[in-house]
């Protein structure tokens, strides 16, 4: 019989067969494969089996059975092996994505990975995903961030973008961490604003997707009987999937994924994949909070560390406070009291020698070089305290105004009026009391000396960009610039000044804390100090 | 005419304040020890103690604290060669503080001060 198909002959030649196309060239000289994959459903076949069965070939009853059995079981193994396929690179993309996420411990990048895997092409290709966590506290869950298009419009230029860049997972994920995250939790910010739900209402969808610790599909949204039309409203569609987070038991926070651009239909089988990513998720979640939270306790083990420091350094500088203290007392003890004697006896014989006595004058001199050596002393002593401020945060003006009080009799004797004017609204200064009281009451005595005359001092208290100026003006004689250069060198004497440490030590003193001190000369007459202190902790 | 305890373990500075203070008209005592001043303290009645702090192997301060809780109301000045004790809190108890100097004018001044807040006439 002359066949129309060529199923009976070994080998056949290009033009005898038009289903055999490019590429299927070897099909021509094997007959096995060439029967099996395309004469099995030539039509000519078909037309060569009716004719056999017009010959009254009993195999060709049977042989049509045989045939769509053979192709009902083809289709199945395709469309198993279509599933297969389809998994196998689901897998290879969890796998790919769990790794990423198992080595992660930024919280950031985590929620990065995990936000694109769910809404890009390449990963689950949802429109949308909005991801609630739970607070500290574990009462309430809340919005945490949200990805994805706001309208067709940006949905049409991302994907656009997107599709043109041709990036992978990982490069998308760390694009979006880079310029995406930050943007992306402000565009969604009055959505996530609006889904904090708490930990104890059981009978909200998310706490019951967390408890039953399944994924919820929920259709038909705005007509569900069983959930609050609020948050479909909130939302804004009707069919939304709702993903608990649940690492070791513990509610890590509930992913929300739609398709709010296209509509198209969470399947069971998006259901599924996702379920198998919110593992991975959850725990990489789950451990990027406790490295953050772990992160935040070595901050604060490191800055509980530094002033542990601080306060041994403090121990160490009171040890040699102390130690000062110990020498300083020694030398006040065993100068100041033969001083006392010596000074104190001669005054006692200036009052009762006569007038002419010739021996007075002698008297006078021991009287006066007491005088000075008991001054020297006490300058001495004052800066050795001054060696070791305390520092504190204090009321200027509370300074200035105590100090005044103290003054007083001194103001009054020499016949000076004393004006203060103080700013009412300055910050607290970190000084040492005692030093910055003893700087003011310097200066101010030696602004008295200044005017022999009585005059008029003006105290003032005043903001001065970060810092605090007090300012002590005088109508004395204006001091010479040796005068001024006396500041910086002890015991510089002046006939202005004297001899002394005075204005030099609460230069130092000053200086040492971060702080200044400058004198001006007014042209006209008088002298401006300034004393320049930080309200910062940063000084010294 | 009040009458003063001077508490001191320098037997020359007790001799000038009690040539100083007499002038001044005051009748004056002195001691050189606590347990001399508590004696003393024990055996007369004063108007006020000028007391230094730093006694042989005895604290000035431990002799204020004693005063303060025996005898209430018996004002008492620290006349000392340390500044840095008035900045001290258990100099605080004390009614006035005097660093020590060759000129006696400001611890003449302060008994003057304390004795009238006291109201005892000199």
Redesign the interface.
């Known amino acids: 019989m002359d066949w129309e198909c060529c199923w009976s002959r070994d080998e056949i030649a290009p033009e005898e067969c038009p289903y055999i196309g490019e590429g299927e060239e070897d099909l021509y000289g094997s007959q096995r494969r060439r029967v099996v994959e395309k004469c099995i459903e030539c039509p000519r076949f078909k037309n060569d089996l009716t004719r056999l069965k017009g010959a009254g070939d009993p195999l060709a009853d049977v042989l049509p059975f045989i045939l769509t059995e053979y192709l009902e079981q083809k289709a199945q193994m395709g469309s198993m092996l279509g599933f297969l396929n389809s998994r196998t690179s689901e897998i290879k993309f969890l796998r790919e994505v769990s790794l990423v996420l198992q080595t992660s411990i930024d919280l950031d990048e985590v929620l990065s990975i995990a936000m694109t895997a769910i809404t890009a092409g390449k990963g689950f290709g949802m429109n949308r995903a909005l991801l609630l966590m739970t607070d500290k506290e574990r009462r309430n869950i809340r919005g945490y961030l949200g990805v994805g298009p706001k309208d067709y419009e940006e949905a049409w230029r991302t994907w656009d973008d997107i599709g043109r860049r041709n990036f992978t997972l990982k490069e998308l994920a760390k694009n979006f961490q880079k310029t995406g995250l930050n943007s992306e939790k402000e565009k969604f910010h009055d959505i996530l604003g609006q889904l904090t739900v708490p930990l104890a209402d059981h009978g909200h969808i998310f706490n019951r997707a967390l408890h039953g610790k399944k994924p919820i599909l929920v259709e038909n949204a705005l007509n569900n009987p069983d959930l609050d039309r609020g948050l479909a409203r909130i939302l804004g569609v009707d069919c939304f999937l709702v993903m608990p987070l649940i690492s070791r038991n513990r509610r890590i926070g509930v992913i929300i994924a739609d398709n709010c651009i296209t509509h198209k239909p969470i399947t069971l089988q998006d259901m599924q994949s996702l379920e198998t990513f919110a593992f991975p998720v959850a725990f990489a979640l789950e451990r990027a909070s406790l490295y953050e939270r772990l992160q935040e306790e070595v901050a604060k083990q490191k800055a509980a560390n530094l002033k542990l420091r601080e306060q041994q350094e403090l121990i160490a500088k009171m040890e040699k406070m102390a130690l000062v203290?110990k020498i300083?007392?020694s030398i006040?003890?065993s100068i100041?009291?033969p001083?006392?004697?010596?000074?104190?006896?001669?005054?006692?014989l200036l009052?009762g020698s006569a007038e002419n006595d010739e021996k007075r004058s002698y008297l006078e001199s021991i009287?006066r070089e007491?005088?000075q050596l008991?001054d020297v002393l006490?300058e001495v002593?004052?800066y050795s305290?001054s060696l070791f401020p305390v520092m504190d945060f204090w009321d200027l003006n509370e300074l200035i105004t105590t100090s005044l009080v103290d003054l007083a009799g001194t103001l009054e004797q020499s016949g000076t009026i004393c004006l203060s004017e103080l700013s009412p609204e300055l910050p607290m200064v970190r000084i040492d009391y005692?030093q910055i009281s003893y700087c003011l009451k310097t200066i101010i005595s030696t602004a008295l000396a200044s005017m022999e005359q009585g005059g008029e001092l003006r105290v003032e208290s005043l903001l001065d960009g970060d810092g605090v100026l007090l300012r002590i003006s005088d109508s004395g004689n204006s001091l010479s610039e040796k005068a001024q250069e006396a500041l910086t060198a002890p015991f510089f004497q002046t006939q202005e000044m004297g001899a002394g440490v005075g204005l030099s030590l609460c230069k130092t003193i000053l200086e040492r804390q971060g702080n200044s001190l400058s004198i001006v000369g007014r042209a006209g007459g008088g002298n401006v100090y300034s004393i320049r202190l930080l309200t910062r902790k940063e000084n010294l | 005419m009040a009458k003063l305890l001077i508490v001191d373990d320098e037997a020359n500075i007790r001799l000038l304040y009690a040539q100083e203070l007499s002038d001044e008209g005051y009748e004056v005592v002195t001691a050189s020890s606590a347990l001399e001043a508590v004696e003393k303290l024990e055996g007369s009645s004063f108007d006020l103690v000028v007391l230094d702090i730093k006694l042989k192997n005895e604290s000035g301060i431990e002799l204020l604290q004693r005063i303060v809780k025996d005898r209430h109301g018996l004002p008492v000045i620290l006349c000392t060669a340390f500044s840095c004790y008035k900045d001290d809190f258990s100099a605080w108890l004390a009614d006035g503080y005097v660093v020590k100097s060759s000129d006696m004018q400001e611890l003449k001044d302060e008994i003057k001060r304390v004795l009238a807040k006291k109201q005892i006439k000199v």
């Open positions: 203290g300083t007392s006040a003890h100041r009291n001083l006392m004697v010596i000074g104190g006896f001669a005054r006692t009052k009287v007491t005088r008991e006490s002593l004052d305290e005692k």
